[in-house]
């Protein structure tokens, strides 16, 4: 089902004096997300079907004019910086090895023209190009590998990869990670694979924030993948966040789960201004909206965002211990550390994690379903806790997850 946007009950006083044509009163600019590093466009940015690529030299080849996004590390974004954007085709993204989710910071209005494509979507079971997984939206997660003879099954990536728990096999979509405002984003997590059939993947996660308008005639999409059978699950829903002095257009934002309406596998939408929101399209799910005062716009990204990571393992048979990197690949490709499989205690460390949250571990291995994942972070102090599991063996994947 396709939801009309919503109506904004709360009207701040201070705007229902109308903007003047050309007025604006949201400046998404912000210091702290690359700024040096990923210069604005020298003029319109025109965008035909075409992939946007990450500029892995950043100020070295970023120049004014050439479209690339500027990975930044503390903040997990690729930022794309433009002065205006109008898009006539389909337009996809090129993965970064991280796997960060996308932001773009414009300048003036933003015209997705229609029959234009903003495409985040994960890839269906059936795609697989390249190698054994689907490949994700950027900010999504990898769908489960296409398993082994004797696995028969393989878990989906991500903090929600399905099957998690007593639960489905599909993989979870954003909104069981994210407020309904997405102060940050992330994607869907991936679904389970099995024998001969990989899982499909999740979407991906997108803000555009433009000081102008942004108009919607065509479509944005981090739908997730779909899935081939009831085994090959399909790939939970991503997320977009649009926030502008003015929304307008007739267009689709489209951040479901693959395949069918699922609750589990629902992504997110946000739409956030300051003027007058016209869009008369629809958005799946049903879309947050926020009317905000000038003054009290929202922040794009946090100064200062929560951060966790996995800091090292400490092999407990060896007494190994293998220090990890603070900005490591996403998913199974690349090794990280050549741990043994079995008993072996994770070291987690985190900043500006909110007191009250839970911080778990999850360990998703290459073939075969998650066993006893996540595992709790009971000793947790705030800044730091350990937790003792029993790895798999072949490679697997680690995340922590506050929530």
């Not at 479209?67 to 389909?90: C, E, N």
């Not at 990869?161 to 994607?187: H, M, V, W």
């Not at 998650?370 to 730091?384: I, K, L, Y």
């Amino acid at each position: 089902m396709c939801f009309p946007r919503q109506i904004v009950l709360l009207v701040p006083a201070l705007l229902l004096t109308a903007l003047l044509s050309g007025q604006t009163c949201y400046s998404p600019a912000v210091s702290h997300l690359g700024s040096d590093g990923s210069p604005p466009s020298s003029g319109l940015i025109d965008l035909a079907a075409t992939t946007l690529e990450v500029d892995t030299f950043a100020e070295l080849a970023n120049v004014p004019g050439n479209g690339s996004g500027v990975y930044v590390k503390d903040a997990w974004l690729v930022v794309f910086r433009y002065t205006a954007v109008t898009l006539t085709g389909s337009l996809s993204f090129a993965p970064h090895p991280s796997g960060a989710p996308v932001m773009w910071i414009v300048a003036g209005d933003v015209l997705l023209m229609p029959g234009s494509i903003l495409d985040l979507r994960g890839e269906d079971c059936a795609q697989v190009s390249p190698g054994p997984w689907s490949q994700p939206g950027p900010g999504g997660f990898a769908g489960g590998q296409q398993a082994c003879p004797g696995f028969g099954q393989a878990s989906g990536l991500g903090p929600g990869g399905g099957p998690n728990p007593g639960g489905p096999a599909a993989g979870k979509g954003a909104e069981e990670f994210t407020e309904p405002g997405l102060p940050l984003l992330i994607g869907g997590s991936g679904g389970r694979g099995t024998e001969g059939l990989p899982g499909a993947a999740g979407g991906g996660a997108i803000c555009i924030a433009a000081s102008g308008t942004i108009t919607i005639d065509g479509a944005i999409t981090a739908r997730g993948g779909s899935s081939c059978n009831s085994n090959a699950t399909q790939g939970g829903g991503g997320a977009v966040k649009l926030l502008a002095t003015n929304i307008a257009g007739s267009g689709e934002v489209d951040a479901q789960g693959g395949g069918v309406a699922s609750f589990v596998s629902r992504g997110r939408v946000h739409i956030g201004y300051c003027g007058a929101n016209t869009f008369t399209g629809c958005t799946e799910p049903a879309a947050s909206v926020d009317l905000f005062a000038a003054a009290t716009a929202p922040t794009l990204f946090p100064v200062q965002p929560p951060m966790l990571r996995v800091t090292q393992i400490e092999s407990l048979s060896s007494g190994q211990v293998y220090l990890l990197s603070d900005d490591p690949d996403a998913g199974l490709d690349t090794i990280e550390a050549p741990v043994a499989a079995g008993e072996s205690l994770i070291h987690v460390e985190g900043v500006n994690i909110p007191a009250g949250l839970s911080v778990e571990v999850r360990v998703t291995a290459r073939q075969g379903l998650n066993t006893g994942s996540p595992f709790p972070v009971t000793n947790w102090n705030g800044s730091s806790g350990t937790v003792q599991v029993t790895l798999p063996d072949g490679r697997f994947e680690i995340q922590a997850v506050a929530r």
